[in-house]
């Protein structure tokens, strides 16, 4: 599971307090994925690095009681003086898993051929993308993360693989997803959430939540 507990989170912009989330306590059981709307410019990406362990909460507590990945889409774990090959083996034993496996799956999956085994500074945003999500796949998390603002650019052909993949595991994981479309969810989630000025309502179908969202969008 994943508990935040009396979590906040804002920040200062140069004019005044901006605050992602204030006091907020919810719970995230496996097998009930979860849907948060929000406009954009409301924290979407500050609220998954949370959840991720990549930013700390001002004040609560962030509990996690299984393996959550990293944010699809996030390239900042990786070392750019390393290669794909030194990255994968050093992150399969982070997680304690077979390097010999995760470098393998890596190079399958992400297909950039003899950049592999070149540092991956060298590489295009597109590339670095396709390593990162070929890494996430390859660690098989209980919870995945999705933020709709990542910036993910890669081929069909590689959509088409990874994509096989990703559904094939998330008929057995749970998803949490941040976006500001309902549309977006509908694919994913069970349950969802509304975040607007720092609060963060629960509801129990995305029916009660896209209602709300979309009141407080067009009011």
């Not at 979407?44 to 889409?73: H, W």
């Not at 003086?81 to 982070?94: M, Q």
Request: charged share 25%; proline share 3%; with cysteine.
């Amino acid at each position: 599971m994943l508990e935040f507990e009396n979590v906040s989170k804002s920040f200062w912009t140069g004019k005044q307090r901006k605050v992602i989330l204030d006091r907020a306590s919810f719970r995230v059981e496996l097998g009930n994925s979860l849907g948060i709307l929000a406009p954009n410019g409301t924290g979407k990406t500050t609220l998954i690095n949370m959840m991720a362990g990549l930013e700390k909460p001002d004040e609560g507590v962030i509990r996690r009681g299984c393996r959550i990945s990293f944010p699809m889409g996030f390239v900042g774990g990786l070392v750019g003086r390393h290669t794909a090959k030194e990255n994968a083996r050093y992150i399969a034993r982070l997680y304690g898993l077979d390097p010999d496996y995760v470098e393998a799956f890596c190079r399958w999956l992400s297909d950039i051929k003899e950049y592999f085994d070149m540092p991956v500074g060298t590489y295009s945003s597109g590339m670095k993308s396709r390593l990162t999500f070929a890494l996430m796949l390859a660690l098989d998390f209980d919870i995945y993360l999705i933020d709709e603002g990542m910036p993910v650019t890669m081929d069909a052909e590689f959509n088409r693989k990874a994509g096989d993949i990703l559904r094939e595991r998330l008929e057995n994981t749970t998803v949490i997803i941040v976006s500001h479309q309902p549309s977006t969810l509908e694919r994913f989630a069970k349950s969802a959430a509304v975040l607007s000025n720092g609060y963060l309502q629960i509801f129990d179908t995305l029916e009660e939540a896209k209602r709300v969202y979309e009141h407080q969008t067009q009011g």
